[in-house]
């Protein structure tokens, strides 16, 4: 069977998207993410422009009727303009190559998306969560097969594990793929500091506070035990932070595992149902900004590029602050 010919639009994207994987160090999910938008817009312009047809002749008008077919298929505002950021990427590749002259997604405006600051848990709240994993017993390792599944709203899994996910999450504010690539070696404990692989493959320092760092001395005895009940002895002092229950396969424990532990743990205790480990790294931000602190430094722990993703936090204080006020104030209502 003859294979099917491959267009310039489908050889341009595939090179973009092997240039972002190879040489721009781009994570798994952002690669994930310029992989779908990419092809799916080349296959729109095949469709739209024939196979034959050349990147130059891409306008403007071409991107604007891409946006509308997504808005036809029921996309979000919110979906369409990630659609766009990715094309611009493209687009903006292809100019550096000079393989066209300008980028025709920049004069395409971004869909205005409305303004939806995500709730963040009290002080208070994520103490009382805390303290529950601490004095939880009823997950520890029994006999073999008696463990409950990793995320289910039963019971805490492994209290020790589960106490330091919540302590690296909100203690450090980390994401959840820089929490689960996180490796023996990253703990500096004469630094008091924790190294982090964040986007871009970018290192950074990010002190290890008191709490976090007992919450680890607490969890890697049971850690050890669990390599070693595996047949694992050789992984104890090496290898990745955060393992599976069982020591399955590289042991190492999944974005998607944490986010099941996080939500199950947080629906237990009465937290938003909206709760994720995103969640806590916007409480780690936005309590450190209400206590005072510096706004570059909270920049330089969340591992932020710009200052004004970082200002988003000091929206969100704003925010609370007005649904305080028109909580309380007698001419407010």
Known sequence: MEQEK???????????????????GASEHTLRA????????????????????????VEHIHIRGYLGALYERGLTKASAARALASIRSWFRWLAKERLVEQNPALLVSTPKLPKHLPRVPTVEEVNRVLNSIESSRSGQMGEAGGEAEEGSAESITWPERERAIFELLYGCGIRNSELVGLNMDSIRWGDEAILVRGKGRKERLVPLGDEAALALRNYLPTRAERLTAAGKGAMVHEGAL???????????????????????????RGLAADVHPHTLRH??????????????AIQEMLGHERLSTTQRYTQLTVGQVQRVYDDTHPRAR
């Open 6 to 24: 491959k267009s310039e639009f489908d050889h341009l994207a595939q090179r973009f998207l092997d240039v972002l994987a190879n040489q721009r």
């Open 34 to 57: 310029y992989t779908r938008e990419v092809q799916s817009f080349a296959r729109y312009l095949n469709e739209s422009m024939g196979g034959d047809a050349r990147i130059g002749a």
């Open 242 to 268: 955060l393992i599976n229950v069982r020591a399955r396969g590289d042991c190492r424990l999944t974005t998607r595992s944490v986010g099941r532990i996080v939500k199950a743990i947080a629906l237990s």
């Open 283 to 296: 409480a780690f931000g936005t309590h450190m900004l209400e206590e005072g602190a510096d706004l570059r």
